[in-house]
């Protein structure tokens, strides 16, 4: 969705409500390709106040993500809120996005929030066994034999010497 900036900033100010409600099948980050399992919906409102255009949203959506630790796929509610600054003109402001042309648009600045929202840690949940390093075994799920066959080899020596005696 873009919005045309050019008649409402003709206003000393305005504000302009939004609410919206699409599909979006999937993006693509880090490598990795995540879908939406929800569409994303989104509300708020778009002030403009001299030079500087403010947005303020409120955003969700559910996102699918693979587990790093267990690979499994995980559903991953995500709900946030967006607030960014715009302006038309050259300011002297960080914090404030310039806008080459009097066109925002809704839709790049949703998807780059989202990514910007996504856990660092992609965990199924906080203490996810993960999967057996040996033999592949989620071990969230079933237990394998080879923590008990891997014994430190000093201990074995150990073993070996208790075993002589
Ligand atoms: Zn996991
Ligand atoms: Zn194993």
Same mark, same amino acid.
């Given at each position: 969705?873009?919005?045309? +900036?050019?008649?409402?900033?003709?206003?000393?100010?305005?504000?302009?409500?939004?609410?919206?409600?699409?599909?979006?099948?999937? +993006?693509?980050?880090?490598?990795?390709?995540?879908?939406?399992?929800?569409?994303?919906?989104?509300? =708020?409102?778009?002030?403009?106040?001299?030079?500087?255009?403010?947005?303020?949203?409120?955003?969700?959506?559910?996102?699918?993500?693979?587990?790093?630790?267990? +690979?499994?796929?995980?559903?991953?509610?995500?709900?946030?809120?967006?607030?960014?600054?715009?302006?038309?003109?050259?300011?002297?402001?960080?914090?404030?996005?310039?806008?080459?042309?009097?066109? +925002?648009?809704?839709?790049?600045?949703?998807?780059?929030?989202?990514?910007?929202?996504?856990?660092?840690?992609?965990?199924?949940?906080?203490?996810?066994? =993960?999967?057996?390093?040996?033999?592949?075994?989620?071990?969230?799920?079933?237990?394998?034999?080879?923590?008990?066959?891997?014994?430190?080899?000093?201990?074995?020596?150990?073993?070996?010497?208790?075993?002589?005696?």
């Amino acid at each position: 969705m873009i919005i045309e +900036l050019s008649e409402l900033i003709k206003h000393k100010s305005f504000k302009k409500d939004i609410q919206l409600t699409y599909e979006e099948d999937k +993006l693509y980050y880090d490598g990795e390709e995540i879908l939406f399992i929800k569409p994303i919906y989104t509300e =708020g409102s778009i002030t403009g106040i001299g030079d500087i255009i403010s947005v303020d949203l409120i955003l969700n959506t559910e996102l699918q993500l693979t587990c790093s630790r267990c +690979l499994e796929k995980f559903n991953y509610p995500l709900e946030f809120e967006i607030h960014e600054k715009f302006s038309t003109e050259n300011v002297e402001d960080d914090n404030v996005i310039f806008l080459e042309n009097d066109k +925002l648009d809704i839709t790049e600045l949703v998807e780059n929030s989202i990514i910007m929202a996504l856990p660092i840690k992609k965990l199924c949940k906080e203490d996810c066994k =993960g999967l057996c390093q040996k033999c592949g075994t989620n071990l969230n799920i079933h237990t394998c034999d080879c923590e008990s066959q891997d014994i430190d080899p000093r201990l074995a020596k150990l073993k070996d010497l208790f075993l002589d005696n």
